[in-house]
């Protein structure tokens, strides 16, 4: 658990040639590092410090020398979260203040790599339970929810310095802008999972945010829309729900499952089905909400595409589901003929089984010639499958 090394908690032992190996008291706590240590990069900084390391034997007083390596990171960083959840006008012996320390936490979700975290969330529970024990705190665990992100790849190999097969972030931010790099890291795959990186799937990252820009000038109201969903056309009415589909989605990803490539993807549906249908408020109410939705993920263009169309109303504003967008007025139907899909029929929710399998009948008509009907299986809200043979 030791680091030769000059940042970081220094070991309170004690090397006494009389005594041997002893704990620094108590009063004489905590040990302070040097101000004027030199780092050349050969070996331990405190051990070549001329004074630091000298001091006296705990037990007889003689003469002794300091432990001079120190804890590991893992030690240190195992109980911060009490400190930054504390006022520090309110530190007290440990730099906890009870109360507030139990009102902030534990922390809601951790995030970290997966060579890291194992150990960290191991030293952390110890160091919660050792101080909730001492009576600093109540918590009895340190962290709610962990995710585990994924390496990034390059050609199959994880990216690092000493392979050179890494990605300058600061060339691609100045090609494609930071909003690019951002989106493409978080559509490539769930944050979970490897990322295999593609610079074409860049491109393509950056086509989507251009697409969402240009499309500002369909905007005809700086207020989210009141819009009567039995006036609007069929087009329009699937890229509303292609917008609520993407919305309903939101929630879950951005407090739970952390899936922004499926919450992009719903966006970029929804951009498609905008652009499919010309009604104005449709669009309003579609780039509205999808500012909304991609604002953590591209905060840069939403941020400026939101104050300039809405006055950045959308920051304050709640947004809810409405329901009635998913009402369906009619179902599109698979027919299947001789066991193989032909063509797809268009009917009102209300229609009755013959008048499916009517209208079935008369859209496969040029594939039921020469042919006998033996079967007729009607599959509600899905499909029509007409067995035949031959006359």
Known sequence: MSRQRYWGAPLPFVHCTDCGLVPEKVENLPIALPD????????????????????????????????????????????????????????????????????????????????????????????????????????TEPFENLLTQGMVLMDGSKMSKSKGN??????????????????????????????????????????????????????????????????????????????????????????KTFAFNTLIASCMEALNALDKQDNGEVWTEGLYIMLNLLEPIIPHVATE???????????AKVLEVKEEVFVQESILYMVMIGGKKRTEIEMSVSASKEEILSMAKEAGAKWLEGMIIVKEIVVPNKLVNLAVKPA
């Not at 405190?46 to 001079?68: F, M, Q």
């Open 36 to 139: 004027d240590v030199e780092i050349t990069g050969e070996g331990n900084p405190l051990a070549n410090h001329p004074t630091w390391s000298n001091c006296a034997c705990p037990i007889c007083g003689k003469d002794a020398k300091r432990e001079t390596d120190t804890l590991d990171t893992f030690v240190q960083s195992s109980w911060y979260q009490f400190r930054y959840a504390t006022n520090p006008k309110k530190w007290g012996e440990m730099g906890i203040d009870k109360e507030e320390a139990n009102y902030w936490l534990g922390v809601d979700q951790y995030i970290g790599g997966i060579e890291h975290a194992i150990l960290h969330l191991l030293y952390a529970r110890f160091f919660t339970k050792v101080l909730r024990d001492l009576g600093y705190h109540d918590i």
């Open 166 to 255: 890494t990605i300058d972030p600061d060339s691609l931010i100045e090609k494609y802008g930071a909003d690019t790099a951002r989106l493409f890291t978080l559509f490539a795959a769930p944050p979970a999972k490897e990322l295999e990186w593609n610079d074409s799937a860049v491109e393509g990252a950056f086509r989507f945010i251009k697409k969402l820009y240009d499309r500002k000038s369909k905007v005809t109201s700086r207020t989210l829309p009141n819009i009567d969903q039995s006036t609007l056309s069929k087009e329009s009415k699937i890229a509303r729900v292609k917008v609520y589909e993407a919305l309903q989605k939101s929630k879950a990803v951005y407090e």
């Open 305 to 315: 595409l939101s104050e300039v169309l809405f006055n950045r109303e959308n920051f």
